[in-house]
T-cell receptor, first 114, second 116 residues
């Protein structure tokens, strides 16, 4: 029973390039969440998606960041024109619903911008 | 903005002994959950224990228990009979989505070392 799968595990991009981070939720989970962990910090909420819908994007930077969770396939967090400040670990979590269902996190993608 | 404060950047404990990690939080929500997550070197975030704020009874999961003081907004984690596998970064978190449990605010973490 696979957990939340994120890939790649490590991603290196040069300034100005695009970064695409992928997340496959646990089987049976239709709710996906993205969090970002800056060095020496705790995780910070970015966005909550259900299939084909963004439910809450209050933690997403206004520019260059976007997220989707299509009907088929993994959720994608896309960062355009990356800058050094985007270097962080990006975590995806999934759940069967909200409320009592706990979040199950993946192992994260560590993005390094050179 | 809601905040979660972990005042101990690092803690150490001898194997088989007990250690308590501190956490305080600030919330305006009336209904919320509190969590402790463990992050080993593998980087995966693993849920250790959670507490519903309206429940007065402290949550317990095997060797892990919490001391929840709602009025003081304190939520400490006690690890009994510490094992080498408990070594990790521990994060305290509060739910800021009004009980929906998806928008968590995390503290900066406490790095726990377990000495053999």
């Amino acid at each position: 029973n696979a957990g939340v799968m994120q890939n790649p595990r490590h991603l290196v991009r040069r300034r100005g390039q695009e970064a695409r981070l992928r997340c496959s939720p646990m089987k049976g989970h239709s709710h996906v969440y993205w969090y970002r962990q800056l060095p020496e910090e705790g995780l910070k909420f970015m966005v909550y998606l259900q299939k084909e819908n963004i439910i809450d994007e209050s933690g997403m930077p206004k520019e260059r960041f976007s997220a989707e969770f299509p009907k088929e396939g993994p959720s994608i967090l896309r960062i355009q024109q990356v800058v050094r400040g985007d270097s962080a670990a990006y975590f995806c979590a999934s759940s069967a619903g909200t409320g009592v269902s706990p979040l199950h996190f993946g192992n994260g993608t560590r993005l390094t911008v050179t | 903005a809601q905040t979660v404060t972990q005042s101990q950047p690092e803690m150490s404990v001898q194997e088989a002994e007990t250690v308590t990690l501190s956490c305080t939080y600030d919330t305006s929500e009336s209904d919320y959950y509190l969590f402790w997550y463990k992050q080993p070197p593998s980087r995966q975030m693993i849920l250790v224990i959670r507490q519903e704020a309206y429940k007065q009874q402290n949550a317990t999961e095997n060797r892990f228990s919490v001391n929840f003081q709602k009025a003081a907004k304190s939520f400490s984690l006690k690890i009994s009979d510490s094992q080498l596998g408990d070594a990790a970064m521990y994060f305290c978190a509060s739910d800021t989505s009004g009980g929906s449990n998806y928008k968590l605010t995390f503290g900066k973490g406490t790095l726990l070392t377990v000495n053999p």
